[in-house]
């Protein structure tokens, strides 16, 4: 168990529509990551929160938008959905101090299946 | 930019060993990371090297980096079915931006 909770765990929605996932990081770590992982793409870094700031942003779509809140829990919102959205997304949490090696920790993932 | 390759499958019998490789493009790496991810569930990190090492060993683990040719590999000895899973190896750069560049991951299949 990594420590880091994601929910839900698997999502059923179709085209158009909008999802939220969520995400609570470790206690204690301030940074949050979301990953998409599809099959023909692999593990695409999306974005990046570090004590609730914006610190970097990766392959994330316009349609796409995450938070996070001051209680450290983050969000991951995806809007107009199309079929190529579905995929695992995961959230990661690090500790994100001066001289640790970086480590992520991942949760379980959430499902999506946009039909 | 940042780019990490691997290949994507590798079969092996049990008792053997395995050898996963993987190729990345950033010269500033400041380390590098292996991650397993069981079916169903997260990545969870194997292993990592900095990037001033050429080797670190850990129990059945042995990780092994060239940074002239930005190559790292991950060998596991006496290599179990409970190994079977994907890897994936990682790269990560001190410029303020922690976030981890993944490569596609190698799926290993151990033959019992």
């Known amino acids: 168990d990594s420590g880091v909770t994601q929910t839900p765990k698997h999502l059923i929605t179709a085209t158009g529509q909008r999802v939220t996932l969520r995400c609570s990081p470790r206690s204690g770590d301030l940074s949050v990551y979301w990953y998409q992982q599809s099959l023909d793409q692999g593990l695409q870094f999306l974005i990046q929160y570090y004590n609730g700031e914006e610190r970097a942003k990766g392959n994330i779509l316009e349609r796409f938008s995450a938070q996070q809140f001051p209680d450290l829990h983050s969000e991951l919102n995806l809007s107009s959905l199309e079929l190529g959205d579905s995929a695992l997304y995961f959230c990661?949490?690090?500790?994100?101090?001066?001289?640790?090696?970086?480590?992520?920790?991942f949760g379980e993932g959430s499902r999506l299946t946009v039909l | 930019g940042e780019d990490v390759e691997q290949s994507l499958f590798l079969s092996v019998r049990e008792g053997d060993s395995s050898v996963i490789n993987c190729t990345y493009t950033d010269s500033s790496s400041t380390y590098l990371y292996w991650y397993k991810q069981e079916p169903g569930a997260g990545l969870q990190l194997l292993t990592y090297i900095f990037s001033n090492m050429d080797m670190k060993q850990d129990q059945r683990l042995t990780v092994l980096l060239n940074k002239k040719d930005k190559h790292l590999s991950l060998r596991i000895a006496d290599t179990q079915t409970g190994d079977s899973a994907i890897y994936f190896c990682a790269e990560s750069i001190e410029t303020g931006r922690r976030a981890l560049t993944f490569g596609s991951g190698t799926r290993l299949q151990v033959q019992p």
């Open positions: 990661a949490s690090s500790v994100e101090v001066l001289a640790d090696t970086g480590e992520l920790f």
